[in-house]
DNA sequence: GTGAAAGCGCTAACAT
DNA sequence: ATGTTAGCGCTTTCAC
C-alpha cells in the first residue's frame, strides 16, 4: 500500500480509527492486547501518521524556525553549522522538523518576513548568532517562543543560550599569565557586540586579579568586525607599536589566524617569541601551524539547548524566559607556551 | 485576529470559501470585482491559507528534503552551504520549504532514514555532494523525484546537476600551459570521486592537446581525501620527487591550501618559483597569500537550479531524467605567473 | 476499554 | 460567476 492511513490500520486490526490513534499515542485505557495487536499491525503497514492532519487538527505546524543571517551561514568557520547540527538532532528527538532561512544581515524594516513567519508554519523560533534589530523588532508581536542562540540582544523579554564569554576571557588570559606572560595584547573587532566585549572583560578581569597592570595601549579593538583580515591588521598595529609583547589573546580564532600570518610574515615565530591564545576552537587540526590554542565552545551542544528548551516551552505551553551559560573549556595546545627567560 | 482561516475571510467578504479560494489562486473565472474585494479583504486581515490543510487535501507536503553528509555540512569551505542557500532562494520563489537533514557519511543499510520520508513529508529530495550507497538504496522505492547535486551515482536513473569538471580542468591546466609552463603536477584525493577523476581528465586533455609528454610521475592521488593535510603531504612527495616542477594543478582549493602551506614551509615562492591553481572557488579573499587562482564553481547556481527542476518536475508531475552541467570559470588571481626564463 | 462522530482549514467537483 | 458540499487524515469528546 502506498500510503497507509489511519483507516488502513483500524480496518486491518479489526478496531476504530479512535482507537489506533489512542494506541499512537500510548494512552493507558487501552488493554495491551489490542495495543499489541494495532501496533504490529502499524509496523507491518509502516504506517506514520501524517503531520498534515495531525497539525491541521492539534493547530500545530511540527515546525520549528532555524534564523540565522546569509554572511554567519556562509562563514568559513563552521560555527553556526554546528549549532544548527546541534538543534536537528535534539529537534529530531523531539519529533520537531527545523525549517532553516537565512535573513540578510542588512535586513530593513519594510523587507518580508520568512515565509514560515507568515504563514505561521511554525510553532516557535530559534534565532542564532547576532540578526538584524529591525528583524527582531518585527517578531515583537509574534505569539511563538523564540530562543536566542549565542545572541541576546533584549535579554529580560527572551529565553536564550549564551556561551560563558566572560569566564571564556578570564580562562585564556589565566593561562598566559601562569605561564609568566606580562605583556598580553588583546585583538578584537566589532567590540560592541555583546560577546566580544565580554571577552575583553573578562581578559580585563583576569589581569587586574593577577595584579598586572591593564594597558590600554596593547588593547587593539579597532576593527569592526572579527575576521582574518582585520586579525592581520590589529596585529600589525600592534607589533610596529610595540616590540615587547609575549602573547596575544585574540577574541575569536579567525583573527588569531589573522595574525598569526602577521607574525609568520614578519620573523615572529610562535610561540618562540610570542603565544597567542583565540576564542571558539573552529580552526580545524592541521589547519594551522602550529596548533592553535584557544577557548572551547560547545557549538552542538548550545544548538541541542536551545531545542531542548524550546520542546519545554512548547510541551508545557510555558513563555518562561531562561538564560542558559553554555561551559567553556581551555584547550591548550602548540600556540601558547611558558615564556624562557 | 489571531488566526484567521478562510471562513473569515469569505464572511468579511460576503462571498463563499470556494471564492476566497478560487481568489486565492487566480482563478479566471472569478470577476475583477470580486477579486479585488477578497483581495482587499485578505490583505486587510493577513490572511494566509494554511500550509497543513492546503497539504492535506492536495495530497502535498509543500516540502522538498535537502540531504548531505554530515562531514560535508560541517566542512570548513563553505561549499555545500552555498548550494543550499541557492536551493533555499529557488525554493522560496516557488513556495516550497526545505528540509535539511545530514546523513552520517558511514550510513548503513539497516540505519533508519530521515523522518521526513518515513513520515512522506517531503514531495522530492535533493542530495548534494557524495552520500553513502547503502542510503541511495534504500531510497530506490521512493515514489518522489530525487535530484543530485555535484553527484551523481546512477546517472541513468536520477536528474542531476552537476559541475564541469572536465571543462574546468582543462581550463586551469591550458591556463598555465599558456603561461609557459611544461612541467605541471596534478595533486588530487579521493581519486574515486567522479568530479576529482573527471578534473584529472581535463588535466590530461589539456597536457596532450598541447603537445606536451603526460608524466605520471607528477600527478599524486595517492591521499584518500582531498583536505588541506593531504594538500600538504601530497605537495611534499611531488617536491621531494622531482625539484623542477614550476606549477601545479590542485584538484581542489582546500589542497591547494595545503600545499602552498608546504611550498612556504620550504621556501618554494608562490608564483615566482611556482605557479598553483585550485578549483571550487571557496577560499574568501584574503585568507590565504598570494590569492589563489583557481577554477570558479557556480554554487549557488547549482542549488537554484536543482530546485528549478524539482520544482518543474513536481508541476507537470513529469519523472524525465535530466542532466544539467553547470558552466565553470577561470579565476586568475596571484599565484599563477607567466612562467620567466 | 472501545467506537461514533464532529471538526481542524482547505480544495475541487458539482450545482446553480 | 459564485455557492454547496464532500472529504483529505487525524485528534478528541462523548456515548456505550
Redesign the pocket.
Known amino acids: 500500500m502506498a ?8 480496518k486491518m486490526a ?9 494506541v ?2 500510548n ?5 495491551q ?3 499489541d495487536k494495532v501496533l504490529a499491525i502499524i509496523e507491518k503497514l509502516n ?4 503531520p ?3 497539525g ?4 500545530k505546524s511540527g515546525n520549528i524556525g532555524f534564523v540565522l543571517t546569509d554572511d554567519h551561514f556562509l562563514r568559513t568557520e563552521p560555527f553556526y553549522t554546528h549549532i544548527f547540527m546541534g538543534t536537528e538532532f535534539e529537534a529530531h528527538e523531539n519529533e520537531f522538523y527545523i525549517l532553516l532561512t537565512t535573513v540578510a544581515a542588512k535586513f530593513k524594516i519594510t523587507d518580508p518576513l520568512p515565509r514560515f513567519i507568515l504563514e505561521r508554519n511554525v510553532d516557535g523560533l530559534i534565532i542564532a548568532g547576532k540578526v538584524p534589530l529591525p528583524f527582531i523588532n518585527r517578531l515583537s508581536k509574534a505569539t511563538f517562543p523564540i530562543i536566542f542562540v549565542d545572541y541576546s540582544p533584549y535579554d529580560k523579554k527572551y529565553s536564550c543560550v549564551l556561551v560563558d564569554n566572560i569566564k571564556g576571557g578570564e580562562l585564556a588570559t589565566s593561562h598566559l599569565i601562569e605561564y609568566g606572560h606580562k605583556k598580553i595584547a588583546f585583538i578584537g573587532g566589532d567590540i560592541e557586540h555583546p560577546s566580544i566585549k565580554d571577552r575583553l572583560n573578562g581578559y580585563k578581569n583576569a589581569i587586574e586579579k593577577s595584579g598586572l597592570e591593564l594597558d590600554e595601549n596593547i588593547i587593539d579593538i579597532k576593527e569592526d568586525y572579527p575576521g582574518r583580515t582585520n586579525g592581520y591588521n590589529a596585529a600589525e598595529r600592534l607589533f610596529k607599536k610595540d616590540k615587547a609583547i609575549t602573547a596575544v589573546f585574540s577574541c575569536n580564532d579567525a583573527m588569531a589566524v589573522g595574525a598569526i600570518q602577521y607574525m609568520k610574515d614578519n620573523g615572529i615565530r610562535i610561540p618562540e617569541d610570542c603565544s597567542i591564545i583565540g576564542f571558539d576552537d573552529v580552526v580545524s587540526d592541521n589547519a594551522i601551524e602550529p596548533a592553535l590554542s584557544t577557548v572551547r565552545v560547545p557549538k552542538m551542544e548550545m544548538g541541542t539547548e536551545a531545542m531542548k528548551l524550546m520542546a519545554h516551552m512548547l510541551k508545557n505551553n510555558t513563555k518562561e524566559n531562561k538564560k542558559v551559560l553554555a561551559p567553556v573549556e581551555l584547550i591548550i595546545r602548540e600556540s601558547t607556551r611558558r615564556i624562557c627567560l
Open positions: 500510503n497507509p492511513t489511519i483507516k488502513d490500520v483500524a479489526n478496531v476504530s480509527i479512535a482507537t489506533v490513534s489512542l499512537v499515542h494512552h493507558r485505557r487501552i488493554s492486547e489490542t495495543k504506517y506514520h501518521p501524517s498534515n492532519a495531525r491541521l487538527v492539534r493547530r
